[in-house]
């Protein structure tokens, strides 16, 4: 059984389902509930205006702490729950937490896209399965 496991949301159905699989899975364990900022969502109007990336930017943080509190009031855990705001892509940004931070699992949410779409979207699931330093849980 896992002591600290690293669940990373984004506000979606499928992580909100693997802060539910916690829950449920692990009664008594500390939980990290990780929100990344994904820079590349400010497109041009951070990158044009530099006071648009400063309201940007709030407004991204704003919305993270509105996430990760939906998905604490959804964790039912007697362990610790701690919540982390990050900046980066969201994929690689996953990977550095886990290996920064002492958990020894993760366990996101996956969209579960197939065939091209997955190809063209990427999966951010199965790049932090493949590259964790730590057993990763994959939700559907």
């Known amino acids: 059984m896992p002591k600290h496991v690293l669940v990373p949301v984004d506000g979606s159905p499928q992580s909100l389902h693997a802060v539910g699989f916690v829950s ?25 205006l530099p006071s648009g990336s400063e309201g940007w930017f709030r407004e991204a943080k704003a919305e993270a702490e509105e996430i990760l509190g939906e998905a604490s009031a959804q964790l039912e855990t007697d362990g610790d729950v701690r919540t982390a705001i990050e900046v980066g892509r969201p994929a690689a940004t996953i990977v550095e937490e886990a290996r920064e931070r002492d958990v020894d699992h993760v ?5 579960g896209r197939r065939g091209v779409s997955r190809l063209v979207l990427g999966s951010v699931a199965e790049h932090v399965a493949r590259r964790s330093p730590v057993p990763v849980t994959i939700v559907r």
């Open 107 to 111: 366990v996101v949410g996956s969209h």
């Open 24 to 48: 449920a899975e692990w009664d008594d364990v500390a939980v990290t509930l990780l929100h990344v900022i994904n820079p590349v969502q400010a497109g041009y109007r951070a990158g044009v």
